[in-house]
Antibody, heavy 115, light 110 residues
Framework: QVQLQESGPALVKPSETLSLTCTVS????????WSWIRQPPGKGLEWIGY???????NYNPSLKSRVTISVDTSKNHFSLKLNSVTAADTAVYFC?????????WGQGTLVTVSS | QSVLTQPPSVSAAPGQKVTISCSGS????????VSWYQQLPGTAPKLLIY???KRPSGIPDRFSGSKSGTSATLGITGLQTGDEADYYC???????????FGGGTKLTVL
């Protein structure tokens, strides 16, 4: 049974860096594509980026200048860093398995950007 | 503004059939696989359809997917009140080099 669990601060100040980790169980992080997707309150889904092959990344062009996704194979988890955040980055952040279709999703974590 | 276009809402009576459309372009739907997701209130989306029409294990055959040209369609038959949810389509966009989604469709089972 594949399971994903997001973790990280629920509140981030404007201009600071949002950092989240997704811990994966039941599947090797070295296999498959792994993505971050976010959903602002009451709005639709937005793909942030993916990582695969333990290090190859691809980011949404609209966020590319602010995003870094990395993987720690020893802990079987992957991470998201989004810098220079604003209120527009307030959203539920999901980690998922897949790069263009997601068969497993974390429960999501709400991150609020506010001072 | 989403890259893929879905109707904001659809409705139908229990037991009836409904279809949800997803319109895109030659760089996404026409060229790449489409997937569909169901998001019940307060939960993470769940994969319903992948590679245009395939259903993951555990998804009932009441749910079906099809694609023609630059559009895709999700069909749901035998509607149940438990099907009330938001539905999203998604596809890779080769021009943007990005995974894109529709804006979502809220299904109401009257």
């Amino acid at each position: 049974q594949v399971q994903l669990q997001e973790s990280g601060p629920a509140l981030v100040k404007p201009s600071e860096t949002l950092s989240l980790t997704c811990t994966v169980s039941g599947a090797s992080i070295s296999t498959y594509y792994w993505s971050w997707i976010r959903q602002p309150p009451g709005k639709g889904l937005e793909w942030i980026g993916y990582i695969y092959n333990s290090g190859t990344t691809n980011y949404n062009p609209s966020l590319k200048s602010r995003v870094t996704i990395s993987v720690d194979t020893s802990k079987n988890h992957f991470s998201l860093k989004l810098n220079s955040v604003t209120a527009a980055d307030t959203a539920v952040y999901f980690c998922v398995r897949g790069g263009s279709a997601a068969d497993y999703w974390g429960q999501g974590t709400l991150v609020t950007v506010s001072s | 503004q989403s890259v893929l276009t879905q109707p904001p809402s659809v409705s139908a009576a229990p037991g009836q059939k409904v279809t949800i459309s997803c319109s895109g372009s030659s760089s996404n739907i026409e060229k790449n696989y489409v997937s569909w997701y169901q998001q019940l209130p307060g939960t993470a989306p769940k994969l319903l359809i992948y590679e245009n029409y395939k259903r993951p294990s555990g998804i009932p055959d009441r749910f079906s997917g099809s694609k023609s040209g630059t559009s895709a369609t999700l069909g749901i038959t035998g509607l149940q009140t438990g099907d009330e949810a938001d539905y999203y389509c998604g596809a890779w966009d080769s021009s943007l080099s990005a995974w894109v989604f529709g804006g979502g469709t809220k299904l109401t089972v009257l």
